[in-house]
């Protein structure tokens, strides 16, 4: 079943999810590397032209041998420094890793790169494109041989709650049996709900902001039935922020 | 129950950081042995971390410190499930005198299949030719082969090649990369379960055979011993060993007589895999050059006895290293545990 997750159970009985990066972005990340490929390769060709005045056949033979080291050896050598990244991996925050979770050999590194010459045929990365659109965690030959998968690799950072509530009073805050019974009453996957809302507020769209604290606060306004009074002037958005920061920071102001 | 966010972030903080810390040390090699109490340590900060993404992700689960605590968990994961033997530094002597010419011979069978394989296309590439002339035209890949092989023989010995004169090296770079890009093909094509590695050996074969009997039946053998010995006794056998490899990966997908998984597998073929192409391809450069500066000069330039002497020294010297290199001594008599 496909999930778009690389998901290991680890023997401690944790489940450690990871975003596995589409084909798109492969692709995408391929026609970066392509480039510095060309490039690299253009830039040695201009500095071994400076040679052939000397020996023209050595400059042509040298050329043709740093050519194919760099289309070979590009992609191996970045991927083992970089612990998985290419330039164009690095630029689109994906990251070749082990599909068991393990660390990443240079062995698999090597295979998945050679076998690479396969996953291009007959052209156009046709093979290699289908096999990592049909493949469960979209993998493509050389990936399936080597045991790889390409995850995001994006860093998450450690939420700070105080930025996120800092300069706002709560009004509920004084009704502190009220926002007790709010805590027990709520479950923690609608809690998630309203804090996921308050963290990406501001990359709404303006109406759908206005849309999502809506229908946010008429769902939680049954679950924690606080007076009317506490709750004049406040918007929608407000509300919600002030729940969330009921049930995520219960100890602030005591 | 909901987690107090703020409180356990506060509380276990410094554990995450600790953990990121000592993670970030080991991956970017600053330390290559961990002590026992650093060991301990790590294992008590992945468990502590572990612990604490549970929580959170039961009672609170907040979702971005949910993922950074499920990458801080990989990492460590992966550094304590998986330590390869870091401490030993690779040494190429090592490699090429042990570990090449020992993993060929583990794997010895599948270098026998790729032979026999190029064989019988051998034998079908000559027996095509023999039983219909216009099958040469079909077969041979390069216009030089098309020639009559006696008028070739003519035009060789009378006229060197001037072209050689002032590009071997590009010659010789040329053929470097085109067979190792053929050896790496080999390789690759083992993904197809073997079969497209076991189709590229036989037209390999099949080239080889026609070329051979027209040679032969030419009367040009000599000729033949010459211009191909030099750069053949090893490029030919490097091919087999990418064959061998690529026949490696097909049986470790198929997998035969095995109750390992796939993955399983694979994993523990990766390692031959690498050191077989390595090889290859290592061969192939001695044999781009020897082609471009030794094969293609002919009588009167070189006599085709030095040739053929010479093809067969680095036979001889190729089977011995693949044959002998890298072998364990065998223990002294007597001296086996009581």
Known sequence: ?254 | MIVDLKKFIARERATWEELDEMLKRVENQTITHLTLDEVQRLHYLYERTGAGLIKISTFAAEPNLVRSLESLLIRAYAEMQDVPSRTDTWSPRRWLFRTFPQTFRKHFRFFLAALALTILGGLFGGGAVAFDPDAKAAIAPFPHLLENPSQRVKEEESKPNQMLATAKGRFSAVLMTNNTQVSILALALGVTWGIGTLILLFYNGVILGAVIFDYVRAGQSVFLMGWLLPHGVVEIPAILIAGQAGLLLGQALIGWNSKESVSQRLRSIAGSLVTLISGAALLLIWAGLVEAFLSQYHEPILPYQFKIAFGLIELVTLLAFLIFAGREPAPAVGSSVA
């Open chain 1, 1 to 254: 079943m496909r999930t778009n997750k690389l998901i290991i159970q680890t023997p401690e009985g944790i489940c450690l999810a990871q975003q596995l990066a589409g084909p798109v972005t492969r692709f995408l990340a391929f026609a970066i590397d392509l480039a510095a490929i060309c490039l690299i390769s253009s830039l040695i060709a201009q500095v071994l032209l400076l040679t052939a005045i000397v020996n023209p056949d050595l400059a042509l033979a040298a050329r043709t041998v740093c050519y194919f080291i760099v289309t070979v050896g590009y992609s191996i050598l970045l991927e083992w420094f970089l612990r998985g990244q290419t330039l164009g991996k690095r630029v689109l925050k994906i990251r070749v890793v082990d599909a068991e979770g393990l660390r990443l050999r240079p062995t698999q590194i090597v295979i998945r790169n050679l076998l690479r010459l396969v996953d291009l045929l007959p052209a156009f990365y046709a093979v290699g494109g289908i096999c990592c659109v049909l493949s469960p965690k979209f993998q493509r030959l050389g990936d399936f041989a080597a045991n790889t998968v390409v995850i995001y690799a994006v860093p998450e950072k450690i939420p700070d709650l105080e930025l996120l509530f800092s300069g706002t009073l709560n009004s509920l805050r004084s009704h502190s049996h009220l926002a007790a019974q709010l805590r027990k009453s709520i479950s923690p996957g609608e809690a998630r709900l309203a804090l996921e809302a308050v963290v990406r507020r501001d990359g709404l769209e303006p109406n759908s902001r206005l849309e999502l604290f809506r229908q946010l606060a008429d769902y939680l306004r049954p679950v924690a039935p606080f007076p009317e009074e506490s709750l004049t002037g406040l918007t929608d958005e407000q509300y919600v922020r002030n729940i969330v920061d009921l049930i995520y920071r219960p100890m602030v102001g005591r």
